[in-house]
């Protein structure tokens, strides 16, 4: 069973950024795709980016596209969003998810969650 860990979570202005990173607990990480997903208060979670298990593709919500960027390093068993021109509609506990399938990326099960880190972003 893989074990994800997200940080990287954090206060920040409109208009700044963070990188959140998702790590695993071991290599058979490297062979799953990985989505990250967000929940802000009263509202249901969301899918919010994907990336394949070799990189080679990478799915965003419409929402976040061109201010996100998924990227992953399977050497060290991370996955990173790097989040640019932040809103304070960003503002969510963002969560990482691991799945073993292939297909359309924001649409898998994801079998695996981390416990999330909160972003707030305030305007």
């Known amino acids: 069973q893989v074990q994800l860990v997200e940080s990287g979570g954090g206060l920040v202005q409109a208009g700044g950024s963070l990188r959140l990173s998702c790590a695993a607990s071991?290599?058979?990480?490297?062979?799953?795709?990985i989505g990250w997903f967000r929940q802000a208060p009263g509202k249901e979670r969301e899918f919010t980016a994907a990336?394949?298990?070799?990189?080679?593709?990478?799915d965003y919500a419409d929402s976040v596209k061109g201010r996100f960027t998924i990227s992953r390093d399977n050497a060290k068993n991370t996955v990173y969003l790097q989040m640019n021109s932040l809103k304070p509609e960003d503002t969510a506990v963002y969560y990482c998810?691991?799945?073993?399938?292939?297909?359309?990326?924001?649409?898998?099960?994801?079998?695996?969650w981390g416990q999330g880190t909160q972003v707030t972003v305030s305007s």
């Open positions: 990336i394949s298990w070799n990189g080679a593709i990478t």
């Open positions: 071991d290599r058979t990480f490297n062979s799953y795709t």
């Open positions: 998810a691991a799945d073993p399938r292939v297909g359309r990326l924001r649409t898998l099960q994801y079998d695996y």
